[in-house]
């Protein structure tokens, strides 16, 4: 048996292992989620031909008004990357089918031709690309149509709002036969250079956009970002020496990540150098998190003291970690003394927490479009640990000092 060696993106290796109903991923510009998923379907055409099946591959996208808008060209490509894969096809300008005839691929725009969909026999394989603005009524109507025993549904897309039908379907849900990822620039070994120029001019030139072109954020209502337009990435050398460091730390609980942040003010800005993020971290591989950040074993670190245990183990472990102080109202404080600074800076190389300062934002009525005076507890945990690093800092509301200069 002849073998071949087929090179996918690390995080889209489990998408494509094992059994599934729907394979799937979501992200931003640059991941190749795309193109692999295009070579994946040719891969899959030529296995079911190879065995003696019969049957289609339908490829759809909400809107179509012609084969220039469909993935037509991206499966064309997809097959042309892989040498030993295109002589198994014929490839015209309008079709693509495997030599024999068996297996072959369609197009369709689902906001036009849903509904022709229930009538294409013997659908292998429905991929739908683009799948962001796909409604509700469409994918009840596609779903149904993979009558196969291992038909299956794959989906890609950018992800724009938490409301979308695609996002419920597909992201929220929870089911142990869809296996969907999350995808981006950096999880793509062979992301272009071209791309990363342009990555770096949306970083300092588009900021608000930069989450959602790049991460695969939602679109979100600036009004609602807490730290809108005062944050900025980039690179930045040390500080002089002599300068005082801090250290926030957070802990991590179920999905939560443990989180340890190194920053620095100079000139009434904050600049944040390093950060350590770690999901499922053992309480005894946290002292390992910690070192990767610089002098983390030297300087004073202040904590989440929600966990006095893990603090008391790494004190054994010799950090100098204490806890932060509590108060009714300490994040609004905290939050307020952080904007009371000219400027954050994050340095390039802290993609989580400047992903955080895009995000961390007011909740807004869903009905009215009105930002609430209420904090979203999410996309906060390296914000929550440079608060903690602040401890002494941040004041009561009424208290003197910082806080007093801040409120005057």
Known sequence: MTTARIELPPK???????????????GGRGSAKTRSFAKMSAIRAYMWDQAGRSGQIVCGRQFMNSLADSSLEEVKLAIADEPWLAGQFEIGEKYIRTKSGRVYYTFVGLDRN???????????LAWVDEAEPV?????????????????ELWVTWNPESDESATHKRFRAASDPRYRVAEINYRDNPKFPLVLERQRKRDLLQRPEKYGHIWDGDFLTITDA??????????????????TRFFYGA?????????VLIRFWIDDDCLFVSHEAFGHGVEIDETPALFDSVPGSRDWPIKADGARPETISYMRRKGFNISAAEKWPGSVEDGIA??????RIVVHERCAHIAREFRLYSYKVDRVSGDVLPIIVDDHNHGIDAV????????????GTGVWARLAG
Do not use: C
């Open 250 to 258: 957070d802990w991590g609980f179920a999905k939560d990540p443990t």
């Open 135 to 151: 409604s509700d009524i469409a994918w009840t109507k596609l779903i149904p149509t993979l009558r196969e025993e291992d038909s």
């Open 337 to 342: 003394h952080m904007k009371g600074f000219s």
């Open 12 to 26: 889209l290796i489990p998408v494509f292992s094992g059994e599934a109903d729907v394979r799937g991923a979501y």
């Open 114 to 124: 849903i509904d022709s969909i229930k009538s294409k026999a013997r659908i292998l």
């Open 387 to 398: 608060r903690y690093g602040l401890d002494g800092y941040i004041q009561a509301r009424g």
């Open 225 to 242: 970002v807490i730290f809108q337009n005062r944050v900025s990435v980039e690179e930045f050398a040390e500080p002089p020496e002599g």
